[in-house]
Every structure is written in C-alpha cells, then in structure tokens.
C-alpha cells in the first residue's frame, strides 16, 4: 500500500467516523483532523502515520465507535500510539486549564510557576518519548485557538490558558 493510498483510505475512515458532528466552535470534527493535517504538512512534516495520526486524532471519541484496537489494525500500532497519546496528552492538559484560577481584573492568572512546570514536566513524559504527539497536539490547540472566536467563553479561557501556559513555554 502507498502512502498516497493509506492517506486516501485515512480520509475515507475520517469521513465515516466523524460523519456530520460538531466542535464546540461550530467547525465538523473532519474539517478539524484536516486543518490539524495540513498545518503539519506546511510545517514540513511529510511522516505519513503523523499526518494519519492528526487527521484521525479525535477518532476515539465515545460518539464515533471506535477503539483503538480497530485503528491499529487499518492504520498500525504506530498511528494507534501517536492518537492514544494526542488524546492523554490533550486530556491533561485540559484538565489542567480547568483547575486554574479565573482571571483577574487586570488580566494576569496569578498562576503558580512551580504548578505550571510540574504540568509541562507531567506532559513531556505522557509523550513517552515521541514528540510527534506534542507537535500534533501543539497543532491541534492552534487550530482550537483560531477557531475561539467562536466558542463559549469558559472554553475560550482554557483554550487560552492552554496555549499561553502549558504549550507556549515548551
């Protein structure tokens, strides 16, 4: 099988799997995994199981059906690991956006900088190694960023503190 045909067969599986259903910011969990895609692919990244990876990377949700075990078997262990990882990784952070405090009226987070490196320590070792599931996941948060606009505001707040916090300094 060519790259070119494990691609195509990926977006085929994308198309099914995610059907119509919808982000927080209105955009289709396609179009998403496709614009997480292609920015790896401008960045240079020609790795076909990392550009598999990004557009499959919400494959995984409890709507879509689908495990793991399946995506190992179409697309391989190594594209399996990379989602499993995208979306531990994708997780805690976000779980660790949602236990910060509010901001403040001045703007600041008034954030513990002790806190905020043991989170960015926790996630360099969810990566176990593999950094191509931090890019895909740095991605995957820029994409979120240009689409806040068009979220709720709490989830702009995370989405912010995410990128601001626990990517940015990485």
Known sequence: ETERERLYAAL????????EECRPSGETYLEHGRNVATALSELGIEDVDTIIAALLHDTLRPYTGVTDREIERRFGREVSTLIKGTQTLDAYSKQASRNQPDIDVAGDYNLDRD???????????????????????MVDCLQDLRRASKMPRAMQREVAFEAMNIYAPL
Do not use: P
């Open 115 to 137: 806190t905020l490196e043991a989170i960015r320590k926790a996630l360099l070792s969810i990566i176990e190694g593999d950094i191509r599931i931090i890019v895909i996941r």
């Open 12 to 19: 085929q599986f994308a198309i099914t799997a995610y059907g």
